[in-house]
């Protein structure tokens, strides 16, 4: 058999086989069942309560009905929020201080009483802290009843009968009782690269509370404006005004506003600057700190001062020391290391040196306990410490040393584009960040979350769920993995990740929502695809990486690019490559995800049309589509550009149709440029409706663009959002147009045929 023609048959039966397997799974997005069952009363309840015992019997809420809240909660958050959820499903009802004032209406009552709702068994032992959080919901024709033993535990009740209220057409008959497993439910938000808005981190804090999430670390490296650093304060930034302000507001919603700061690693925000330069650990690397130097303390107690500052009424901060490889390995440092004992004994001297002064400004000090520090630096460390990532290996000597620990978790890692919450490969796969690929995201962090809590090594206070769109990606993107996750921390009994997922697509996008699970599992897959349907080689565009966690080094950074395009023979139009830039197997895939890709975003659109709450998360699912589509194009439209140089070639003795291919190949390319900036200008529209922007100059300060000596993380790239399509950026299609042109053209003369003197700025994307 001729080996072309053999080739080809098999590029037609992978086509087939995945074209097969997309008309399957349309067919069972359309008709398949959630796990649990929506008609379910609370199937709409996110975390799930720890007891609920809901019968079948509904009733309903009206506009007759009356609030009953003593007058000393009217204006607690739990009576303005429960007035606010109210109107949004068309209920704007009175609120009166005492059931003789109700008359004979019906009533929503809210009731604070010390010892009125009983907790059960928790894997916490702080059990005050957690009776504080807890709750009991009567629910009766013509008498509603949030109870509770505190404030706190009054809002969360209120949570969950908005949830019922706004996920039910009617109300079960029943009772509810429920209290959190763990007293910390900790989500963090990465706003190393970007800055959100005031009004869209006020919404993104208030919507954290309504899953019973109760802190929120911020990361914001450049974007706080220090007066101790100024050099490092990036043209739009927060000023300690409002800094306080979103504490405030947060504590106001049962948050604590959590300020971030890393230290010795990941800084190279701060010694990228020449005015820090001196406080590097090794001086031609911006990535770590010398923790000998005096002057490193004296600033980061500077920082954490202003941060602290700046949150009047918080309880916790985090003092990150993660990934800190370094220190005690340059020559300044040695000294002192073998001194007291090691590399982790030096870390654990300057991580108590740090925390003791945080300590003593009244703050509850979370720090990763990890390497270089070794089980017996635990001793050196302070024990009003909370251990923030939990090691089964070393669990039980933090306990010992009176050290509490969170479960430390991710709903994202180095995804670029979207969480791998539904992974394309089965499998069984480990990612770069250690999860496993095979299960996703969700089941991934029940998996740590659940066998950590079963092993009970440690003396546990809570979860920290993290999300790290210093990748790239926008953060709205972690919302499934945040409630699912910190749900967990919750209650995790009787809860599947499956359920979980169904209970936040209901509770989030609300109960009109048309498949968008569907729409989770068609990003999740793309973006994957995206990531890996190039391929890598050594930058030519960016400088060299210094080393990683085992060692220093100099090598090149690694970048993705595609074979180039082939170039026509003057004269012949011979096509001497054959090859194609995508090969086979990336193509059929590619093929078979764009009728997915618009399934996707016809569903993005219905949703759209439905949403009340959540269109601005929609859109960003939206703009990920885009991405996504917009790269399965032009994998396709390469190979499509390729044909037709073949065909110009091959129609030779008819010169006007050897031309018209290559125009035609031309303006595919001049297309796939169009489709590029349109998705690019769609990415920005969207992404800045609630970010500021990202400039190298504004508000009289200026961005110093340079990269992370040590770690690659992809804004940092650009100064723009222009990381995003970095990759298409730097492929040379200038470069080829030119050849190509050049090569028509004379072709054309010889044949008094017309010319052709359009250009292609291929790196020009607005």
Same mark, same amino acid.
């Given at each position: 058999?001729?080996?072309?023609?053999?080739?080809?048959?098999?590029?037609?039966?992978?086509?087939?086989?995945?074209?097969?397997?997309?008309?399957?799974?349309?067919?069972?997005?359309?008709?398949?069942?959630?796990?649990?069952?929506?008609?379910?009363?609370?199937?709409?309840?996110?975390?799930?309560?720890?007891?609920?015992?809901?019968?079948?019997?509904?009733?309903?809420?009206?506009?007759?009905?009356?609030?009953?809240?003593?007058?000393?909660?009217?204006?607690?958050?739990?009576?303005?929020?429960?007035?606010?959820?109210?109107?949004?499903?068309?209920?704007?009802?009175?609120?009166?201080?005492?059931?003789?004032?109700?008359?004979?209406?019906?009533?929503?009552?809210?009731?604070?009483?010390?010892?009125?709702?009983?907790?059960?068994?928790?894997?916490?032992?702080?059990?005050?802290?957690?009776?504080?959080?807890?709750?009991?919901?009567?629910?009766?024709?013509?008498?509603?009843?949030?109870?509770?033993?505190?404030?706190?535990?009054?809002?969360?009740?209120?949570?969950?009968?908005?949830?019922?209220?706004?996920?039910?057409?009617?109300?079960?008959?029943?009772?509810?009782?429920?209290?959190?497993?763990?007293?910390?439910?900790?989500?963090?938000?990465?706003?190393?690269?970007?800055?959100?808005?005031?009004?869209?981190?006020?919404?993104?804090?208030?919507?954290?509370?309504?899953?019973?999430?109760? *802190?929120?670390?911020?990361?914001?490296?450049?974007?706080?404006?220090?007066?101790?650093?100024?050099?490092?304060?990036?043209?739009?930034?927060?000023?300690?005004?409002?800094?306080?302000?979103?504490?405030?507001?947060?504590?106001?919603?049962?948050?604590?506003?959590?300020?971030?700061?890393?230290?010795?690693?990941?800084?190279?925000?701060?010694?990228?600057?020449?005015?820090?330069?001196?406080?590097?650990?090794?001086?031609?690397?911006?990535?770590?700190?010398?923790?000998?130097?005096?002057?490193?303390?004296?600033?980061?107690?500077?920082?954490?001062?202003?941060?602290?500052? *700046?949150?009047?009424?918080?309880?916790?901060?985090?003092?990150?020391?993660?990934?800190?490889?370094?220190?005690?390995?340059?020559?300044?440092?040695?000294?002192?290391?073998?001194?007291?004992?090691?590399?982790?004994?030096?870390?654990?001297?300057?991580?108590?040196?740090?925390?003791?002064?945080?300590?003593?400004?009244?703050?509850?000090?979370?720090?990763?306990?990890?390497?270089?520090?070794?089980?017996?630096?635990?001793?050196?460390?302070?024990?009003?410490?909370?251990?923030?990532?939990?090691?089964?290996?070393?669990?039980?000597?933090?306990?010992?040393?009176?050290?509490?620990?969170?479960?430390?978790?991710?709903?994202?890692?180095?995804?670029?584009?979207?969480?791998?919450?539904?992974?394309?490969?089965?499998?069984?796969?480990?990612?770069?960040?250690?999860?496993?690929?095979?299960?996703?995201?969700?089941?991934?962090?029940?998996?740590?979350?659940?066998?950590?809590?079963?092993?009970?090594?440690?003396?546990?206070?809570?979860?920290?769920?993290?999300?790290?769109?210093?990748?790239?990606?926008?953060?709205?993107?972690?919302?499934?993995?945040?409630?699912?996750?910190?749900?967990?921390?919750?209650?995790?009994?009787?809860?599947?990740?499956?359920?979980?997922?169904?209970?936040?697509?209901?509770?989030?996008?609300?109960?009109?929502?048309?498949?968008?699970?569907?729409?989770?599992?068609?990003?999740?897959?793309?973006?994957?695809?995206?990531?890996?349907?190039?391929?890598?080689?050594?930058?030519?565009?960016?400088?060299?990486?210094?080393?990683?966690?085992?060692?220093?080094?100099?090598?090149?950074?690694?970048?993705?690019?595609?074979?180039?395009?082939?170039?026509?023979?003057?004269?012949?139009?011979?096509?001497?490559?054959? *090859?194609?830039?995508?090969?086979?197997?990336?193509?059929?895939?590619?093929?078979?995800?764009?009728?997915?890709? *618009?399934?996707?975003?016809?569903?993005?659109?219905?949703?759209?049309?439905?949403?009340?709450?959540?269109?601005?998360?929609?859109?960003?699912?939206?703009?990920?589509?885009?991405?996504?589509?917009?790269?399965?194009?032009?994998?396709?439209?390469?190979?499509?550009?390729?044909?037709?140089?073949?065909?110009?070639?091959?129609?030779?003795?008819?010169?006007?149709?050897?031309?018209?291919?290559?125009?035609?190949?031309?303006?595919?390319?001049?297309?796939?440029?169009?489709?590029?900036?349109?998705?690019?200008?769609?990415?920005?529209?969207?992404?800045?409706?609630?970010?500021?922007?990202?400039?190298?100059?504004?508000?009289?300060?200026?961005?110093?663009?340079?990269?992370?000596?040590?770690?690659?993380?992809?804004?940092?790239?650009?100064?723009?959002?222009?990381?995003?399509?970095?990759?298409?950026?730097?492929?040379?299609?200038?470069?080829?147009?030119?050849?190509?042109?050049?090569?028509?053209?004379?072709?054309?003369?010889?044949?008094?045929?017309?010319?052709?003197?359009?250009?292609?700025?291929?790196?020009?994307?607005?």
């Amino acid at each position: 058999m001729n080996t072309t023609h053999m080739y080809r048959k098999i590029f037609l039966l992978i086509q087939c086989c995945f074209l097969i397997q997309f008309a399957t799974y349309a067919q069972m997005a359309a008709s398949k069942k959630l796990p649990i069952n929506k008609m379910q009363p609370g199937s709409g309840l996110l975390p799930l309560p720890q007891q609920m015992r809901l019968g079948d019997k509904r009733f309903v809420i009206g506009k007759n009905w009356t609030v009953v809240a003593d007058p000393s909660l009217v204006k607690e958050q739990s009576v303005l929020s429960l007035q606010e959820g109210l109107r949004e499903v068309n209920l704007p009802l009175n609120v009166v201080g005492n059931i003789a004032a109700a008359g004979k209406s019906p009533v929503i009552q809210l009731v604070v009483q010390k010892g009125s709702v009983e907790i059960g068994s928790t894997v916490d032992t702080n059990r005050v802290a957690l009776a504080r959080q807890a709750y009991k919901l009567s629910l009766k024709p013509g008498s509603v009843t949030i109870s509770a033993n505190a404030p706190q535990g009054l809002y969360y009740g209120v949570q969950t009968f908005l949830q019922l209220l706004k996920t039910e057409k009617q109300l079960p008959e029943g009772e509810i009782t429920d209290w959190p497993n763990v007293e910390l439910r900790m989500i963090y938000w990465d706003d190393a690269h970007h800055l959100e808005k005031m009004p869209a981190l006020k919404r993104i804090i208030k919507q954290a509370s309504t899953y019973k999430i109760n *802190a929120f670390s911020i990361k914001l490296e450049g974007h706080f404006q220090y007066k101790s650093a100024p050099a490092i304060v990036e043209p739009y930034a927060l000023t300690p005004q409002e800094y306080q302000e979103l504490a405030d507001f947060a504590k106001a919603h049962y948050i604590d506003l959590v300020p971030f700061l890393d230290a010795p690693a990941h800084v190279s925000f701060i010694l990228k600057h020449p005015e820090y330069k001196h406080l590097r650990l090794i001086d031609d690397i911006n990535y770590q700190f010398s923790v000998t130097n005096p002057e490193t303390y004296k600033l980061l107690d500077n920082m954490f001062g202003e941060l602290i500052n *700046a949150s009047k009424g918080s309880e916790y901060i985090l003092l990150s020391n993660d990934e800190a490889y370094y220190t005690g390995k340059a020559p300044s440092e040695k000294a002192m290391a073998d001194s007291l004992g090691g590399n982790g004994r030096l870390l654990a001297w300057f991580i108590k040196k740090m925390a003791d002064r945080l300590h003593e400004q009244g703050r509850k000090v979370l720090f990763w306990g990890e390497f270089p520090l070794r089980r017996e630096d635990i001793t050196a460390l302070p024990s009003h410490l909370i251990n923030g990532v939990y090691n089964k290996s070393i669990a039980a000597d933090y306990k010992k040393h009176g050290i509490r620990q969170t479960v430390y978790t991710a709903t994202q890692g180095a995804e670029p584009i979207f969480p791998n919450y539904y992974p394309l490969h089965t499998k069984t796969e480990t990612m770069a960040d250690g999860s496993d690929r095979s299960s996703g995201r969700v089941a991934g962090m029940f998996h740590e979350i659940g066998t950590a809590f079963k092993d009970n090594l440690s003396s546990f206070m809570g979860v920290i769920i993290a999300g790290w769109a210093d990748a790239g990606l926008h953060p709205e993107t972690f919302w499934l993995g945040y409630a699912t996750a910190t749900a967990a921390g919750w209650n995790n009994k009787n809860l599947t990740p499956a359920d979980a997922s169904a209970r936040f697509m209901t509770s989030f996008y609300g109960p009109q929502q048309k498949d968008v699970d569907s729409i989770y599992h068609v990003l999740s897959e793309q973006a994957e695809f995206h990531t890996n349907s190039w391929d890598w080689i050594p930058s030519k565009w960016r400088p060299q990486i210094k080393g990683n966690s085992d060692s220093l080094f100099l090598q090149d950074e690694r970048d993705q690019t595609l074979p180039l395009l082939p170039v026509p023979a003057a004269g012949t139009l011979a096509v001497a490559d054959t *090859a194609y830039p995508v090969n086979a197997k990336r193509l059929a895939t590619a093929k078979a995800m764009l009728p997915r890709n *618009a399934y996707a975003r016809q569903l993005l659109q219905q949703n759209k049309s439905l949403a009340k709450n959540q269109l601005y998360n929609l859109e960003v699912l939206e703009s990920v589509a885009a991405i996504c589509g917009q790269n399965l194009r032009m994998l396709v439209a390469l190979n499509k550009v390729t044909d037709l140089l073949k065909e110009a070639a091959t129609a030779k003795p008819n010169p006007k149709m050897a031309v018209q291919k290559l125009d035609a190949a031309m303006n595919m390319v001049s297309k796939m440029k169009e489709q590029r900036d349109s998705t690019f200008a769609l990415i920005e529209k969207t992404w800045f409706k609630e970010w500021q922007p990202l400039v190298e100059e504004a508000n009289g300060r200026k961005f110093l663009h340079q990269v992370d000596d040590i770690k690659d993380h992809q804004p940092v790239r650009t100064t723009d959002l222009s990381y995003l399509i970095y990759r298409e950026l730097h492929y040379p299609l200038d470069q080829w147009w030119n050849d190509v042109k050049k090569v028509r053209n004379e072709y054309a003369q010889q044949h008094q045929l017309p010319l052709m003197n359009k250009d292609l700025d291929w790196q020009q994307y607005r």
